[in-house]
Structure formats: structure tokens, C-alpha cells
């Protein structure tokens, strides 16, 4: 696999800018606020953990004891942590989540993580102006 492809496997799908610096503003909507993530797709932890789930069963049915049945729900969220620590930290957009990539890490100290107030706040207002 190319580092590209495993880019493209392994990161946040959507619109996306890379920028040197934090943006006062989002380049697609004018949003001012944003907030930092790993750049990692979390439908692919999602897929990890029902592989390993499917595995435990056929462990249990096949009667292993119980840390044999648990070692792949473990093995996947130990890697699944590892991935999220070695993706880089992008900021995301709350209104149309645009993704902003490339952005150094002490710009983005001064962004929070998702808050789910703020994302409420943005997805009211959409729902407001579609009716
Ligand atoms: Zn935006």
C-alpha cells in the first residue's frame, strides 16, 4: 500500500484544506468556530471492533477460557489507541465540518475538543433556516 493510499484509508473523509496556520475563519462557510480531532476515520475502529467481536464469539462457542476469548477485543482497542495517537491533529470545522489540515500543533492548543453544546448550537440553527 502506498502512503497515500493509507492516507486515504486511514483519515477523516470530507472537504478539506491544508493551512499553516489556524484560520480566523472557515474557508467554506465563514464559521469562526472550530474544534481539534485526530485524523483518524472512526468507522474504521468501529470495523475493528466488530471483526473482534465476531472473533470472540467463535472463541466463546469454541469454549477457549476467557482471556483467549477477550485477546482480540483488546488487541483491537489497544491498536485502534495507537492509531488515534499517531494521527495528526486537525481542526474541524463545527458548522459544515470542513477539515483543515497541516495546521502546527501549538496552534491548534488553543482549540477544545468537540463540544457537543456548540455542535447542538450550529445544527439548531441549520435545522432553523432549512424549514
Ligand atoms: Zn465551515
Same mark, same amino acid.
Given at each position: 500500500?502506498?502512503?497515500?493510499?493509507?492516507?486515504? @484509508?486511514? *483519515?477523516?473523509?470530507? &472537504?478539506? $484544506? *491544508?493551512?499553516?496556520?489556524? /484560520?480566523?475563519?472557515?474557508? =467554506?462557510? &465563514?464559521?469562526? =468556530?472550530?474544534?481539534? *480531532?485526530?485524523?483518524?476515520? +472512526?468507522?474504521?475502529?468501529?470495523?475493528?471492533?466488530?471483526?473482534?467481536?465476531?472473533? $470472540?464469539?467463535?472463541?466463546?462457542?469454541?469454549?477457549?477460557?476467557? @482471556?483467549?476469548?477477550?485477546? /482480540?477485543?483488546?488487541? !483491537? #482497542?489497544? !491498536?485502534? +489507541? !495507537? #492509531?488515534?495517537?499517531? +494521527? /495528526?491533529?486537525?481542526?474541524?470545522? %463545527?458548522?459544515?465540518?470542513?477539515?483543515?489540515?497541516?495546521?502546527?500543533?501549538?496552534?491548534?492548543?488553543?482549540?477544545?475538543?468537540?463540544?457537543?453544546?456548540?455542535?447542538?448550537?450550529?445544527? %439548531?440553527?441549520?435545522? &432553523?433556516?432549512?424549514?
Amino acid at each position: 500500500m502506498s502512503a497515500s493510499s493509507y492516507e486515504n @484509508f486511514i *483519515q477523516l473523509v470530507g &472537504n478539506s $484544506t *491544508q493551512s499553516k496556520e489556524l /484560520p480566523s475563519q472557515c474557508p =467554506e462557510c &465563514n464559521c469562526k =468556530e472550530f474544534y481539534k *480531532q485526530s485524523d483518524f476515520k +472512526r468507522s474504521l475502529g468501529l470495523v475493528l471492533v466488530s471483526i473482534a467481536s465476531v472473533a $470472540t464469539m467463535i472463541l466463546m462457542y469454541m469454549g477457549y477460557n476467557w @482471556f483467549i476469548i477477550w485477546s /482480540p477485543m483488546l488487541v !483491537v #482497542l489497544v !491498536v485502534d +489507541r !495507537v #492509531l488515534l495517537r499517531m +494521527r /495528526p491533529v486537525v481542526a474541524i470545522c %463545527y458548522n459544515c465540518k470542513h477539515i483543515l489540515r497541516g495546521i502546527p500543533a501549538e496552534a491548534l492548543d488553543e482549540l477544545e475538543s468537540f463540544d457537543l453544546e456548540i455542535y447542538d448550537r450550529y445544527k %439548531y440553527k441549520e435545522e &432553523n433556516s432549512k424549514s
